[in-house]
């Protein structure tokens, strides 16, 4: 099937690497095991980003997971968002790199709607004190205050809905996991 991988490659367009998924949501795939975008030329950078300004207005929201990183690549593509999800974990690696990329894009665009998730939480609570942490940095020294989009709780499902390539909502939908993600687009839903 085709990806972003041939996208870049200039095999085809970007709209026809659009696959329809049940649910009313489409996706461009990124192909596993490619590597990040960190290696792409500016000027194809450009093009790609061009692409996908044009498809956007197709669609009620265009959802870019960037993965972990500060490269040129993921901080260029994130300022086209009207909103950055920063997601980070409790591991300290996890939020020293959520902090670099929420002080970069802020230095970048002071207007930026930063929100932090923190992800595979062992609870909300667990998940509420791992953001209190990231926040009191970037108050101290950014002086800035993203808030909370959401805390998704560790949920072993997800590893076997991985394992079976369906999403989450669809193999658990009451899952605690599932109750967070949903929670989350719902807040997200209010706050726009």
């Given amino acids: 099937s085709k990806d972003l991988a041939g996208v870049l490659e200039d095999s ?15 996706v461009i795939a990124g192909r596993s095991g490619t590597g990040s975008l960190s290696s792409v030329p500016a000027g194809r950078l450009k093009r790609l980003m061009d692409d ?8 009620d929201r265009v959802i ?10 993921v901080r260029q593509m994130a300022a086209l968002a009207r909103t950055t999800l920063v997601v980070a974990t ?52 950014l002086k800035i205050s993203p808030p909370l989009a959401g805390v998704i709780r560790r ?16 193999r658990y939908p009451t899952s605690q996991v599932a109750e967070d993600v949903e929670r989350l687009v719902a807040r997200l839903d209010k706050a726009r």
């Fill in 12 to 26: 085809y367009d970007m709209k026809d690497a659009v696959i329809s998924h049940p649910g009313g949501f489409d």
């Fill in 52 to 59: 996908l300004a044009e498809l956007a207005p197709s669609y």
């Fill in 64 to 73: 870019l997971d960037l993965g972990a990183g500060l490269e040129r690549t």
């Fill in 90 to 141: 409790d591991e300290p690696t996890s939020l020293t790199d959520a902090y670099a990329f929420i002080k970069l894009a802020h230095l970048q665009n002071a207007k930026s709607d930063l929100r932090i998730v923190v992800n595979m939480a062992s609870s909300a609570g667990e998940g509420e004190r791992t953001y209190a942490t990231l926040l009191k940095a970037c108050e101290s020294f």
């Fill in 155 to 170: 949920d072993g499902k997800v590893k076997d809905s991985i394992r079976h390539q369906t999403p989450i909502l669809t």
